[in-house]
């Protein structure tokens, strides 16, 4: 029973536009999410996350928006640079008195020059 | 300020074998969680120690155990290896149990059981 769903495994984006990279999860008990960037040899990196009081939080170039009724997130880059080229991980924990987080598949961003 | 680190980098082992993997936490951090990360798959939870304590576990087999140590190092432990334990297994260390507390991720040990 997969959680969290990334149900893109790859995206290519041209360098300067947009990256939309999406998730969406099942269990309404997650409350706190988060993305992390993955290089190859490379363990994950804490990219941004965000509360479920919120809809939006930004930092930099990166977005991440949260739609609680449609239980979506994704995470917006703007404007995308080669260097942004790896594998985004969506993750999601929660007040089940299990301290973990949830992983999607994972997305291969790829951002051409 | 030191980062997570985990040794070994890589290994390889017999199915039936039994591994010890190693991580040293990031400075400031008491709360350790062990990820295996399969091929084409998001990592899956182990289990969290915190203050030398197990505090949540996932899915995973009694053969999975773990320690962690005062100084907040830990080790993940897998007995009677099988073919499926082949992964990448990844080692996070925050401040603070639970499941709000960023995690900060080690560059992983890649196992690979024949």
């Known amino acids: 029973d997969q959680q969290v769903k990334q149900n893109s495994p790859s995206l290519s984006v041209q360098e300067g536009r947009i990256s939309i990279l999406n998730c969406d999860y099942t269990?309404?008990?997650?409350?706190?999410f988060l993305w992390y960037k993955k290089y190859p040899a490379e363990g994950p990196t804490f990219l941004i996350s965000?509360?479920?009081?919120?809809d939006k939080n930004e930092d930099g170039r990166f977005t991440v928006f949260l739609n609680k009724s449609a239980k979506h997130l994704s995470l917006h880059i703007v404007p995308s640079q080669p260097g942004d080229s790896a594998v985004y991980f969506c993750?999601?924990?929660?007040?089940?008195?299990?301290?973990?987080?949830?992983f999607g598949t994972g997305t291969r961003l790829k951002v051409l020059a | 300020e030191t980062g997570v680190t985990q040794s070994p980098t890589h290994l390889i082992k017999t199915r039936g074998q039994q591994v010890t993997l190693r991580c040293s936490s990031q400075?400031?951090?008491?709360?350790v969680s062990w990820y295996q990360q399969a091929l084409g798959q998001g990592p899956q939870f182990i289990f969290q120690?915190?203050?030398?304590?197990?505090?949540g576990r996932g899915n995973f087999p009694p053969r999975f155990s773990g320690l962690q140590f005062p100084n907040y190092s830990s080790e993940l432990n897998v007995n009677a290896l099988e073919l499926d334990d082949s992964a990448l297994y990844l080692c996070?260390?925050?401040f603070g149990g639970g499941s709000y507390n960023e995690q900060f991720f080690g560059p992983g040990t890649r196992l690979t059981v024949l």
């Open positions: 996070a260390s925050s």
């Open positions: 269990n309404s008990m997650f409350d706190y």
């Open positions: 965000i509360s479920s009081i919120k």
């Open positions: 993750a999601a924990s929660g007040t089940s008195g299990t301290y973990k987080y949830i």
């Open positions: 400075s400031g951090h008491n709360t």
């Open positions: 120690y915190y203050r030398e304590e197990e505090n």
